[in-house]
Each structure stands twice: as structure tokens, then as C-alpha cells.
């Protein structure tokens, strides 16, 4: 089953411009993790946030965790043309990573 | 070296035909992971392996077939594939099954005609 819904389906912003992508999911978790896939390749780990901790960094990535709604936002700055890619969250439920359907991001140079 | 390793890169097989993808780490990771994903879609967990044993089967046909011989490599056997398999196969591997970072190959782009 699919706990994290990603919101919006699908981004397109400049270059240069602010990309913020949402995920909510259903049940209590341990830690909420961000993942990128370049078109027909394999997934690559972002960033990974503890349910204890509220806000992460790293690079010109800032993820946010609030766990009262069951939601978190990756946030990508001064977002560039490679930035282009999906984007999934995935949380850790039952013994395993459940993965959400995905943001895909367009940026235009 | 967090490199995962899966070969072939693409497949194309007929239905009637026996192949194997091959997935290799050498991070030490005791959890491997096999998923199938359609094109717009996330993935979908298939097996998980832990320790060498089979730990997850999300009830996938018979007609694939997991193995792990050893720590560092997971095969997926393939026999009596529909067109509707067709999809991009990823293996992944974490320090050890659970909420851990997972480390993803590149896939293997498989065409069942």
C-alpha cells in the first residue's frame, strides 16, 4: 500500500526559482525520507528526517516534518535544470520503506 | 563505494523465454530489496530479503522468482512473463531491513513481447 501522497503531481517552474513539494502519509513513523529519480534510472536518497526532529538541511535542500498533521515539504532553492526529476517521499512503515506516488519537477532554463 | 550494481541495463524476452536480472553490492548491507515500476509511478516493493532469507513476498507470481546466494548478490528468475511485466526493475539495499537509507541500481528496463 502507498503511504505518502505527494502534492503536486507535477511541478514546472523556472530556473532560479523556489520548488516546494508536500507529502502526508497515514500512520505514525520513525523517519520520513525524500528520494530523486532522473527519468528511467534508479532512486537516489535526499535526505532523511526523524520523527523527533522538525526541520533538516542540506544544501539547498530543507525539508519539514510536522507529525501532529502527518505531513512533510521538501523545499528546493534556487532550483536549477538538473533539478529536473521526480520526487518521492517514503516512509518507513511496517518493516519496510512505503513510497509515495511522486512529484515530478520541471525546470526550465 | 555506495554502489549498487544491476545487470542487464535493458531485457527484451519473449513469453516463452527463462532469463535472470543480477543485482550486486559490496557495502556489507544485509537487506536487499526488489521493485517493479510502471512508468509515472512509484515503486512497488516485490521481495525483501534479510539476512540471506526471504523476509517480504508482496504476493508476486510465481512466474518471478528471487534468490540470494550470498550476501552481496539478489537474482530475480523470470520465466512465463505476460506484456503487462514489463516495467523498470529496481534492486535496492539498506544496512539492514527497516526504515534505513536504501541504495538503488540504475534498473533494468524489461520488454516482454
Known amino acids: 500500500s502507498q503511504q505518502g501522497e505527494e502534492d503536486p503531481q507535477a511541478l514546472s517552474i523556472q530556473e532560479g526559482e523556489n520548488a516546494t513539494m508536500n507529502c502526508s502519509y497515514k500512520?505514525?513513523?520513525?523517519?520520513l525520507q525524500w528520494y530523486r529519480q532522473n527519468s528511467g534510472r534508479g532512486l537516489v536518497h535526499l535526505i532523511l528526517?526523524?520523527?523527533?526532529?522538525r526541520e533538516k538541511h542540506s544544501g539547498r535542500l530543507r525539508v519539514t516534518l510536522d507529525t501532529s498533521k502527518k505531513s512533510s515539504s521538501l523545499l528546493i532553492t534556487a532550483s536549477r535544470a538538473a533539478d529536473t526529476a521526480s520526487y518521492f517521499c517514503?516512509?518507513?512503515?511496517?518493516?519496510?520503506?512505503?513510497f509515495g506516488k511522486g512529484t515530478m519537477l520541471l525546470v526550465s532554463p | 563505494d555506495t554502489e549498487v550494481t544491476q545487470t542487464p541495463k535493458h531485457l527484451v524476452m519473449g513469453m516463452t523465454n527463462k532469463k535472470s536480472l543480477k543485482c550486486e553490492q559490496h557495502?556489507?548491507?544485509?537487506?536487499m530489496y526488489w521493485y517493479k515500476q510502471k512508468a509515472k509511478k512509484p515503486p512497488e516493493l516485490m521481495f525483501v530479503?534479510?539476512?540471506?532469507?526471504?523476509?517480504i513476498n508482496e504476493s508476486v507470481p510465481s512466474r518471478f522468482s528471487p534468490e540470494c546466494p550470498n550476501s552481496s548478490l539478489l537474482n530475480l528468475h523470470l520465466h512465463a512473463l505476460q506484456p503487462e511485466d514489463s516495467a523498470l526493475y529496481l534492486c535496492?539495499?539498506?544496512?539492514?531491513?527497516?526504515?534505513?537509507?536504501?541504495?538503488f541500481g540504475a534498473g533494468t528496463r524489461l520488454s516482454v513481447l
Open positions: 500512520t505514525s513513523i520513525n523517519n
Open positions: 528526517i526523524r520523527s523527533n526532529e
Open positions: 557495502m556489507g548491507h544485509r537487506a
Open positions: 517514503a516512509t518507513d512503515e511496517y518493516s519496510t520503506l512505503t
Open positions: 530479503y534479510s539476512y540471506e532469507k526471504l523476509s
Open positions: 535496492a539495499s539498506s544496512l539492514t531491513q527497516g526504515g534505513n537509507i536504501q541504495y
